[in-house]
């Protein structure tokens, strides 16, 4: 259940109205103090008024007015900010991912962790999966010279081709550990090969994070997006988006 407490810009509000108030009468009890003063202490009691209207009325009226500005333009501005955060919470998922551009949802492409095609054909399985990059991701990201994407290989696929081998389903004349990647390419069966293009799509830079969620939906079990110049899987990666990434996005 929650909490009867007043909204935080009611609080604001109330705090700096009384501030205003405050620093008010001080300045107007000190403009009467003053003026009383300089009205006593001067044999001509005009030259007393004419130097509070034109010295301290201006100066003091300058203060009042730079800090009320001051107060009030900030109250302004946040309740601008929590009328807007109160709109984007009353959004929809899809509405809201709907106005968030793919490129600003994407993980970069420098930022993704991935293998060079050529450089890991000779690498061994075992060896791929014990690199230290990916001991926190399930999905290994192969890609071509030109930043192309080559393969999208999840975790479980590899192991999965080293089972085919130790269980004599996929003939292979090397040991399970020995494996390389080029003979999982192959010689795997067509299930494991299928599994190696399979999981994940393309969406062109100009794409909204909602076209990203339709084209994942449109693919059975696709976990992943990823982002070229025009939406060609031949053109260079600029960025990814996985399903937890939107999800993110999407909350409200």
């Known amino acids: 259940m929650e909490e009867n407490n007043p909204p935080s810009i009611y609080q604001s509000w109330k705090a700096r109205n009384v501030i205003a108030l405050i620093i008010t009468l001080v300045i107007l009890g000190a403009t009467v103090f003053v003026a009383i003063e300089a009205i006593n202490n001067q044999a001509n009691s005009k030259s007393g008024l004419e130097f509070v209207a034109q010295t301290?009325?201006?100066?003091?009226?300058?203060?009042i007015g730079t800090i009320l500005a001051f107060y009030f333009s900030r109250e302004n501005f946040e309740a601008a900010t929590q009328s807007y955060q109160n709109i984007i919470r009353s959004m929809k998922p899809e509405?809201?991912?709907?106005?968030?551009?793919a490129k600003e949802a994407?993980?970069?492409?420098?930022?993704?962790?991935?293998?060079?095609y050529e450089e890991t054909l000779a690498r061994s399985l075992s060896d791929?999966?014990?690199?230290?990059?990916f001991k926190d991701y399930n999905r290994y990201v192969i890609l071509n010279k030109d930043k192309s994407l080559k393969y999208m290989i999840h975790r479980t696929t590899f192991f999965r081709f080293v089972a085919e081998v130790?269980?004599?389903l996929t003939e292979v004349a090397r040991n399970s550990k020995e494996l390389t990647l080029r003979e999982m390419e192959e010689q795997a069966s067509?299930?494991?090969k299928a599994l190696?293009?399979?999981g994940f799509t393309f969406v062109a830079e100009s794409a909204s994070l909602l076209d990203a969620k339709k084209a994942m939906d449109a693919i059975p079990e696709c976990q992943d997006v990823f982002i070229t110049r025009n939406g060609k899987p031949t053109e260079p990666i600029l960025g990814l988006i996985t399903n937890n990434r939107i999800l993110d996005y999407a909350k409200v």
Do not use: H
Request: net charge negative.
């Open 56 to 63: 301290l009325l201006p100066l003091w009226g300058t203060w």
């Open 106 to 116: 994407m993980l970069p492409l420098e930022k993704i962790v991935y293998l060079e």
């Open 190 to 192: 067509d299930a494991v």
């Open 196 to 198: 190696m293009y399979k």
């Open 95 to 101: 509405e809201k991912i709907a106005s968030i551009p």
């Open 166 to 168: 130790s269980l004599g």
């Open 128 to 133: 791929i999966l014990a690199d230290e990059r």
